[in-house]
DNA sequence: CGGCCATTTGATAGTCATCAACTACCGTGG
DNA sequence: CCACGGTAGTTGATGACTATCAAATGGCCG
């Protein structure tokens, strides 16, 4: 495995057939070697517009960026951010256009590989398979958080990304100290979440003063994982509990599918039960 | 093109390909020609749970359906509705495993038809344009979800889908008349809305109170779709605007870029404008 | 006809949006 | 180097919007 210029570029999904290996240009290469063109971005630079034909994809090597959809109507809202390693721009289900913008939360890197090249290494089934899989994780995402902003309180979706984002910095370096620097402001924040940035800002501080993280500014640490977990659970305050469902008819098992966890922060504390179907 | 036996057929995605014509099963057939098993369905039944594999696919035929995804967490919330012609567990990405569950709302009749032979149509261009598309249109309704539930009210988030219903309704059978029967409880509404089942039913008694619709249970007429228009755009009451952005750095354009709309309630009422972006 | 569930309606309170200052930070330019 | 302007972020006061709790009503099925 060639180790790429930047560490993120371990994470890419391109980084099997990447030829931008920091040593020599990989001589004899049987498969595609991809030799993309890097660009530089600055904080605020739109990589891509919504509805744009979708011509390139965007492995981000440095940096940060959110991603903006605007509903038909003219709403808009941030549907995630990325990291290094992310790949911007990939559309699921081949769509011919953007879905959404994707924006540079700093100065940050991408590489820029072709549909076509894309499209080659497609067939491939190992790369094929990991393209889609990153697609899945994407959509699941999305369906996480639409539950989180559908039917969860404020604390909780905040709990949410912050373990999120704590997952990932952890995922990619090693660091373990709950410590990650906010790239997006709290506007972004607070439309990821459904809020208003004067919410996340409070929430924020009533985190930090009982204890739970550290704040100033950008800078963030995280102190009592658990606890975050424990509010995500909805095992604070409140006494909130999932949901249930109110579907009139019968179900025929009553065993619960235990749906695969691992996305936008494990499962780590057990649902808190209840989960009654009617009967029959 | 064969007319099968339900109406709805002629919108399936299969239909091209099916084989249940109600006149003559089609001799000499060149391409695929399914023979899809018909199943009965029951108010409540479950067709497929979440993170089951994947096997079969089920076009409806006659009823509706539910889906109710489960987030890692236990949380449940329905994230859209079927109506027939919709495919049931089409899953997006190749996923192995059914992404959310579907039940039915009523009593309904779906196909089953296998993976298998989903894949072995997929390879014709023309099949495979249609199926993404079909994939497309269910990714961008969940994203307009997800706007809705993370930055309209409550009112806005009905109106959509009342007009939503309607527009289905009448993109099936031909009637315009605004009228409709709602198969789902005031509680799948509310919980694919994020609003709570009361909350549902006030603002239903509301509108017909002002004269936008016409409900006695589960029975319901618009009367004034421009009014729920209206709403939906935000237009009445309290102003709503379209949330700017609230992002930092500047953008090059400043040409705003439209999205194909169509989705989920065609956008009739232009944007209401208000759309800034910060300069460099 | 009785019982059960869906739905409606009312009363009340909690959460969070909104409006409004105020403070901290950052980069620019004197 | 420091003053300045502008943006990001914080904090407070207030109230709208909805969730929540609680009945009452109406339909539907057996």
Redesign the interface.
């Known amino acids: 495995m060639p180790d790429h210029g930047a560490p993120a570029c371990s994470l890419c999904l391109f980084h099997a057939v990447c030829g931008v290996a920091a040593t020599a240009p990989t001589p004899a290469s049987p498969g595609t070697r991809l030799r993309p063109e890097r660009l530089r971005l600055?904080?605020?630079?739109?990589v891509f517009?919504?509805?744009?034909p979708a011509l390139t994809v965007y492995p981000l090597r440095a940096g940060s960026a959110?991603h903006?959809?605007?509903?038909?109507?003219?709403?808009?809202?941030?549907?995630g951010f990325s990291l290094p390693g992310d790949v911007l721009g990939l559309e699921?289900?081949?769509?011919p256009?953007h879905?959404?913008?994707a924006?540079?939360l700093q100065d940050s890197e991408v590489c820029a590989v072709p549909v076509e090249s894309l499209r080659e290494l497609m067939v491939a089934p190992a790369f094929r398979i990991a393209a889609?899989?990153v697609?899945?994780r994407n959509?699941?995402r999305?369906?996480?958080?639409?539950?989180?902003?559908?039917?969860?309180k404020a604390p909780q979706r905040l709990a949410m990304l912050l373990l999120d984002l704590a997952g990932e910095q952890a995922r990619r370096h090693g660091r373990q100290d709950g410590t990650l620097t906010l790239a997006m402001?709290?506007?972004?924040i607070?439309?990821l979440?459904?809020l208003t940035?004067e919410t996340v800002s409070r929430l924020l501080s009533r985190f930090a003063s009982v204890g739970l993280i550290a704040v100033r500014q950008r800078r963030l640490r995280i102190i009592d994982p658990a606890g975050l977990a424990s509010i995500?659970?909805g095992l604070e305050g409140g006494a909130q509990r999932?949901?249930?469902?109110?579907?009139?008819?019968?179900?025929?098992a009553r065993d619960d599918?235990?749906?695969?966890?691992?996305?936008?922060?494990?499962?780590e504390?057990p649902?808190?039960a209840v989960?009654r179907e009617?009967a029959?």
């Open positions: 600055r904080t605020g630079d739109v517009r919504q509805g744009r959110k903006v959809y605007q509903s038909p109507l003219g709403w808009r809202q941030v549907t699921p289900h081949e769509a256009q879905g959404a913008a924006i540079a889609l899989a697609m899945r959509a699941e999305e369906r996480v958080l639409l539950v989180a902003v559908g039917s969860m402001s709290r506007a972004d607070a439309s979440l459904g940035l995500y659970a999932p949901a249930r469902e109110g579907n009139p008819g019968a179900e025929f599918d235990v749906p695969e966890p691992g996305v936008l922060v494990a499962a504390s649902p808190p989960r009617a029959h």
